[in-house]
C-alpha cells in the first residue's frame, strides 16, 4: 500500500491553495474598497444635505418678528435689511435676522450668517435680543466651522417685481419673495470612479471637482414669506 503524497500532488496541491488564498485576497480588498467608497459618498451627501437644511430653515426665517409664547406676544424690530449678503460667485455670503419661539424672550432674536474659509463653510447664529426695548441688536457673528470640503452656496433670489438677484437686493419697490439655492460638495476622502468632473450651480458657476474626489450637489427653491413688508397703517 503507498503512503503519502508523490511530489506532484503536494505541487497540484500547493497550486491550488494559492489560487485561492489569492482569490480571496482579492475578495476582500474589493469588498473593502467598494464600502469605503460607498462610506466616501454617503458622508458626502449627508454633509451636502445638512447644510441645505439649515440654510433652508435659516431663509424661511429670515424676517420673522414675533414671539409668542402660551400667552405672552411680542413684536421686535429687526435691523434693516433683515436679509443681506453678498455674491462672490459659486461662495456667496449670507446674513439675516429672524425672531423665533422656540428660544425664551431672552434668546428669540437671532443673527444668522454664513461664511467661507477656504471650502469650509462657517456659520455663526448668535443673541440679538436687547437687555431692554423692542428692537433686535446688530452684534458681531461669531463663526464656528460647519462643514469641511463645500464647493458652492450659491443662492439666486427672486424678486416680487419678477426680477432674478444674485444679492438679496430688490431695490426699493420689491423684495425676495423666495430663494433658489445650490450646495455642493466633496468628498473628504479619495474614491475610485467619482464620477463628473464639474457641476454647475444655479447660477451658472462651474465648479470643478478636486482629482479622485467625488461631488454632490443638491439644488432648492425656498419661499421667504417674512420678508414681505409690513403694511403701512
Known sequence: MRKGFTLVEVLVAMAILVVVLALGVRYFASTGELARNTQARNELQDRVRMV???????????GARYWNSGGQNRAFSLPLPPLSGSDA????TLALYYVTSLRDQASACRRVDYGFDGDTLRRSDVNATP????DCTAPSPNFQPLAEGILAL???????????QNRPDCGLDAYP?????TVAGYSLSPVTNPGPASLTTVTGQTLTCPPGRACYALTQEVLMPNLKPLPTP
Not at 437644511?53 to 429670515?62: E, I, P
Not at 460667485?89 to 456667496?92: I, K, L, P, S, V
Not at 437687555?131 to 423692542?134: C, D, F, L, Y
Not at 419673495?177 to 439655492?181: E, G, Q, T
Open 177 to 181: 419673495r423666495s430663494a433658489k439655492v
Open 154 to 164: 450659491d443662492i439666486q433670489y427672486q424678486c416680487s417685481n419678477g426680477t432674478t
Open 131 to 134: 437687555a431692554a426695548g423692542s
Open 52 to 62: 441645505m437644511q439649515l440654510v433652508t430653515a435659516d431663509l424661511q426665517m429670515a
Open 89 to 92: 460667485g459659486a461662495q456667496d
